[in-house]
């Protein structure tokens, strides 16, 4: 079975600070993907990290990927207000089509 | 171009009553899920299409759910008869030959 381990599940942080979420999946895949789900809306796609080493960045999130570790980190830059969020990383694995999703982690920035 | 369309966007019905969820993917996409969201949680998959042919139910609790993509483009998610434990948001996705999911808006039922 597929283990998807998101940590922290709960973070508050100031405005401005920065912060790293991290993902970890228990078998072989080479397809993470990071989702933004907003209170009572459906998943915004963030991210989609299809090889080792894959870096993406939008805005003040950045997101990358260890396949060999089997770990990914979402990485806040100076955060601000509007990222106040919950945050999803899903791994497909290398046999499968479903996605497999973490438990989300809360993000609340304060000012 | 339009998103995943999903109908009703809420629904609220008494335990042991039947519930219907409709889902109308992005056109040209082959494959649509239905996932379950249950609170604090992340999606889980229920069912798997590949154009009209449902190509994984495992996680399908089929003594009361059953779902069904008949021309391979729309699809009803049905549960009959609904239970309290079934309140939740049904998340309706689809994607282009195993490519990048998009997700509907949900649906968010509450059993009482």
């Known amino acids: 079975e597929l283990k998807v381990e998101q940590n922290p599940l709960f973070l508050s942080m100031q405005e401005g600070k920065n912060y790293t979420i991290y993902c970890n999946y228990s078998?072989?895949?080479?397809?993470l993907y990071w989702y933004r789900q907003d209170p009572g809306k459906s998943l915004e796609s963030l991210f989609v990290?299809?090889?080792?080493?894959a870096v993406k960045q939008e805005g003040r999130l950045m997101a990358s990927l260890d396949t060999k570790a089997r770990l990914s980190t979402l990485h806040i830059t100076a955060a601000v207000h509007d990222l106040s969020a919950t945050y999803f990383c899903?791994?497909?694995?290398?046999?499968?089509?479903?996605?497999?999703f973490g438990k989300g982690t809360s993000l609340l920035v304060t000012p | 171009e339009a998103g995943v369309v999903q109908s009703p966007r809420y629904k609220i019905i008494e335990k042991k009553q039947p519930v219907a969820f409709w889902c109308n993917p992005i056109?040209?996409?082959?494959?649509l899920y239905w996932y379950l969201q249950n609170l604090g949680q992340g999606p889980e998959l229920l069912i798997r299409?590949?154009?009209?042919?449902?190509?994984?139910d495992s996680q399908l609790p089929k003594d009361r759910f059953s779902a069904e993509r008949l021309k391979g483009v729309d699809s009803t998610l049905k549960i009959q008869p609904a239970e309290l434990g079934d309140s939740a948001v049904y998340l309706c996705?689809?994607?282009?030959?195993?490519?990048?999911?998009?997700f509907g808006p949900g649906t968010r039922l509450t059993v009482l």
């Open positions: 996705a689809s994607s282009n030959r195993g490519q990048e999911q998009f």
């Open positions: 078998t072989t895949s080479d397809r």
């Open positions: 990290l299809l090889s080792n080493g």
């Open positions: 899903a791994v497909i694995p290398a046999s499968g089509y479903a996605l497999n």
């Open positions: 056109s040209g996409h082959n494959t």
């Open positions: 299409y590949e154009n009209e042919e449902a190509v994984d």
